[in-house]
C-alpha cells in the first residue's frame, strides 16, 4: 500500500510530495520524498518533525489486527486476518472498507436435534440465490442485470443456506434461470438453464443425507409440465416432499427426522397457484406467508406483508418467510 500525502509548509517552502508504504505487519517507511524550495535554504528540523509526527499519525490510523485475531465487523486485508468462521467482506451498502462477517451460519441441529416438526426451526434463505456475480454467460451476449451473490450454489449451501430463491422462465425450448423482467426472458438478462442449478443441489443433497433444502420459485414457465420435465432430469425427484403431506391448516409440519428418514428432503413451492393440481408442486402462498420487503415494510408499528402473500396474523399458514431487501 503506498500514500501520497501533499503537505503544505510555512511560505519559504513551496510544497513537499511525500511517500510512505506500509504493509499490515510493519510500520510506515519513507520510500520517497521531494520538496521545492529556495536553493539557497538548508534543511529545517520542523520539516523533519513535520514529517515524522505524520509517519506517527498514519502508523497509529492504520494499526489493525491481523494473523487469525480480527473478530466479527474488524477491518482486514485479507481472509487470513479473520479468526475462524470469518472471511474480509467488502459491502459498500453496509460499511466501508472490507471487514471480518460470518463465513458460515451456526447449525441449528447441533444446538437442537431435529426431532420437532420442519416449522420450528428457522433456515437462511438466499434471494435471487441463481443471480452470482461473474457468473458466466450461456448465451454469448454481455448480462446486463442486476448480481445479489457472490458465493456459486454450491458454496451457499455449504456456508449454511437451507432455501434458495430462483426466478425460472421459458427460454430457448428449455427452463432458464433469469433475472428479467415482465415474465419475458432476455439474452442479457439470462444466467443459465435451470437444470445446471438443480444439478448442482442434487450433488449436495446426495453428499449430505441429513440435509433438507426449499426451493422458492419465482416462476414465470408456462411450458405444460416443463418444471416437472426439468426436475426430473435433474435427479431431483426422489427427494420430492410431497404436497400431500403439506399442512393446509395451520398445523406443524412433518418432523425433521421423519423427513430426513424418508428421504422427503426438498420442498418446492411455485408462484404460480395451478401447478399445485397440474404438476404437483405446491402454491407457496398456501403454506407461507412473507413481509413486505425494503422501505415499504418498514412502518413504525405496522408489519405489513407483501402483496402476495396472506396477511401476516394468518394462523392457517404454517411457514414465514422474512425478507430484508
Not at 8 to 18: L, T
Not at 174 to 199: E, M, N, R
Request: proline letters at 5%; charged letters at 20%; a negative charge.
Amino acid at each position: 500500500m503506498s500514500i501520497s500525502s501533499l503537505v503544505m509548509f510555512p511560505p519559504e517552502f513551496r510544497e513537499a510530495s511525500i511517500v510512505f508504504s506500509a504493509t499490515k505487519q510493519e510500520k510506515f517507511t519513507l520510500t520517497s520524498a521531494s520538496f521545492r524550495f529556495p536553493g539557497n535554504m538548508g534543511f529545517s528540523q520542523d520539516l523533519f518533525l513535520i514529517i515524522s509526527t505524520l509517519v506517527i499519525l498514519l502508523d497509529v490510523a492504520t494499526a489493525a489486527c491481523s494473523n487469525g485475531q480480527c473478530k466479527i465487523l474488524d477491518e482486514c486485508s485479507s481472509n487470513q486476518d479473520c479468526e475462524a468462521g470469518l472471511y474480509c467482506f467488502s459491502c459498500p451498502a453496509g460499511f466501508s472498507g472490507s471487514r471480518c462477517v460470518r463465513s458460515t451460519v451456526t447449525n441449528q441441529f447441533k444446538l437442537l436435534n431435529n426431532s420437532l416438526p420442519f416449522n420450528k426451526y428457522a433456515f437462511l434463505t438466499t434471494h435471487n440465490a441463481f443471480a452470482i456475480d461473474e457468473y458466466p454467460s450461456h448465451t454469448g451476449v454481455p448480462r446486463i442485470t442486476v448480481t445479489n451473490q457472490e458465493d456459486s450454489i454450491t458454496e451457499q449451501l455449504n456456508n449454511g443456506a437451507r432455501a434458495l430463491m430462483l426466478d425460472t422462465y421459458d427460454f430457448r425450448g428449455d427452463v432458464w434461470l433469469c433475472h428479467s423482467f415482465k415474465g419475458q426472458c432476455y439474452d442479457f438478462t439470462a444466467f443459465g438453464p435451470a437444470i445446471d442449478t438443480l444439478k448442482e443441489i442434487e450433488a449436495f443433497l446426495s453428499a449430505n443425507p441429513t440435509e433438507i433444502v426449499t426451493l422458492i420459485l419465482e416462476d414465470y414457465v408456462q411450458a405444460p409440465n416443463g418444471l416437472t420435465k426439468v426436475f426430473a432430469e435433474s435427479g431431483l425427484m426422489k427427494y420430492w416432499f410431497p404436497v400431500s403431506k403439506m399442512p393446509k391448516n395451520g398445523q406443524d409440519w412433518a418432523l425433521v427426522s421423519d423427513m430426513v428418514q424418508n428421504n422427503q428432503r426438498l420442498l418446492v413451492f411455485t408462484s404460480i397457484q395451478s401447478k399445485e393440481a397440474s404438476e404437483g408442486i405446491a402454491y407457496q402462498w398456501n403454506y407461507m406467508v412473507e413481509n413486505q420487503y425494503g422501505d415499504d415494510g418498514m412502518k413504525a408499528g405496522s408489519c405489513p406483508s407483501r402483496k402476495e402473500s396472506p396477511p401476516l396474523d394468518d394462523k392457517s399458514r404454517s411457514l414465514v418467510l422474512v425478507k430484508l431487501l
